[in-house]
């Protein structure tokens, strides 16, 4: 069994619960301060009355006094002020994920982009085990949806592990439509009568995939809705920190006893697979700077069949042909494209070898700087 992995340590704020109304207690932290936002606000669900099943059994249903509102404009008005809360805690290239309902979901969303937020993408968590509409004059509500947005939309180096996603989808792309089960048997957590400690406990499979699919090991992950602690659970068996915020103190109690239980995983399993897209850009001109390649080199195809001359500025010279490796790579062979780092080559002791290698020479420094 592998070592596991010590989180960082971080402000006092870090991997701690705090009490109290999110948006007081988010305008407490420091601006640009956190990497991932999972928020499960309030449904606003507007329950007229109980709800029965066809044996005249009362289903326990949200009928929470946080979940009650007394109009929609008031809704909106608390939806607008922890958002922006939000927005002022997320760090630049950071993500905002909100997960709710067909009563929330809409005014929600129209929110986010009425504050500059912008929408990667829409989520679909269908149940394999919803609840029944017990009435029979609905549709069966068997999803929720989830809104991921970036701060704004010039933000482009968010956090998305596309390969390792990938990877683990047999190697098809992840798609927008989740199926996990709803919480339930031995994950639900209950008091000591019995019943469910919170009414919307989120599977742990749904974080998971949202914390594995967009930050890394050591960001920092914000839940302004902490409840149970799902998102902390989860955060802390992934190496990531979390902050959460809850004003129920029998919530708060359940979530800190879970925590305690937590144990990460060993490093070695919270690496993320990366590909090519991943990597830092690397123009050749940086390897003329390391001092791997020198002007006035020859460089030749990999059976040496044509030839171009290094110049001072990066570019290549072969024949009347000049520009970028790529482009005078595809002139010489009477192509469209071509990928200059796999198709020329530089000669050392033992024969030719592609410029690409030097390219990861490159990379590995870059890496090591922290760059």
């Known amino acids: 069994?592998?070592?596991?992995?010590?989180?960082?340590?971080?402000p006092d704020w870090i991997d701690t619960i705090i009490r109290g109304d999110c948006v007081a207690a988010l305008n407490r932290l420091p601006s640009a301060s956190v990497d991932l936002v999972f928020a499960d606000p309030p449904y606003n669900l507007q329950?007229?009355?109980?709800?029965t099943r066809p044996d005249q059994s009362t289903v326990d249903a949200v009928d929470d006094d946080w979940d009650k509102f007394s109009s929609f404009s008031?809704?909106?008005?608390?939806?607008?002020?922890?958002?922006?809360?939000?927005?002022?805690?997320?760090?630049?290239?950071?993500t905002l994920w909100v997960i709710g309902s067909y009563h929330n979901i809409y005014r929600v969303g129209a929110i986010i982009q009425d504050l500059g937020f912008w929408i990667l993408n829409d989520i679909v968590w269908r149940k394999t085990n919803?609840?029944?509409?017990?009435?029979?004059?609905?549709?069966?509500?068997?999803?929720?949806?989830?809104?991921?947005?970036?701060?704004?939309?010039?933000?482009?180096?968010?956090?998305?592990?596309?390969?390792?996603?990938?990877?683990?989808?047999?190697?098809?792309?992840?798609?927008?439509?989740?199926?996990?089960?709803?919480?339930?048997?031995?994950?639900?957590?209950?008091?000591?009568?019995?019943?469910?400690?919170?009414?919307?406990?989120?599977?742990?499979?749904?974080?998971?995939r949202i914390l594995s699919a967009a930050s890394k090991p050591g960001d920092v992950v914000l839940d302004p809705f902490f409840g149970s602690g799902t998102t902390g659970a989860v955060a802390k068996r992934l190496g990531r920190h979390f902050v959460g915020v809850e004003r129920e103190a029998a919530y708060i109690a359940t979530a800190k006893a879970r925590l305690a239980a937590i144990e990460p995983l060993p490093e070695g399993a919270l690496a993320v697979a990366t590909g090519k897209r991943a990597e830092p850009r690397v123009p050749f001109n940086s390897l003329l700077d390391a001092g791997l390649i020198t002007p006035g080199v020859t460089l030749t195809d990999a059976r040496a069949r044509h030839a171009a001359e290094v110049r001072v500025d990066g570019s290549l010279k072969a024949g009347d042909h000049?520009?970028?490796?790529?482009?005078?790579?595809?002139?010489?062979?009477?192509?469209?494209a071509c990928n200059g780092w796999t198709f020329w080559h530089f000669e050392r002791e033992g024969g030719?070898?592609?410029?690409?290698?030097?390219?990861?020479?490159?990379?590995?420094?870059l890496a090591a700087a922290g760059a």
Not at 1 to 10: I, L, Q, S, W, Y
Not at 324 to 335: K, P, Y
Request: with cysteine; hydrophobic share 40%.
């Open 1 to 10: 069994m592998g070592r596991a992995r010590k989180v960082a340590e971080g």
């Open 47 to 51: 329950l007229d009355g109980s709800l």
């Open 74 to 94: 008031a809704y909106d008005d608390f939806t607008r002020a922890w958002l922006l809360a939000c927005l002022r805690v997320l760090k630049p290239d950071g």
């Open 130 to 208: 919803p609840m029944p509409n017990f009435r029979g004059r609905r549709f069966q509500n068997a999803h929720e949806t989830l809104i991921w947005a970036s701060r704004d939309a010039d933000a482009k180096r968010y956090t998305f592990n596309y390969d390792a996603l990938k990877a683990g989808n047999d190697d098809l792309q992840m798609r927008s439509d989740w199926l996990f089960p709803i919480c339930t048997g031995g994950e639900r957590l209950k008091d000591a009568d019995g019943r469910k400690a919170h009414p919307t406990q989120k599977p742990e499979a749904l974080l998971n």
């Open 322 to 336: 000049v520009g970028s490796i790529h482009r005078v790579g595809a002139l010489v062979q009477g192509l469209d």
């Open 352 to 365: 030719l070898a592609p410029i690409d290698e030097l390219r990861q020479i490159v990379r590995r420094d």
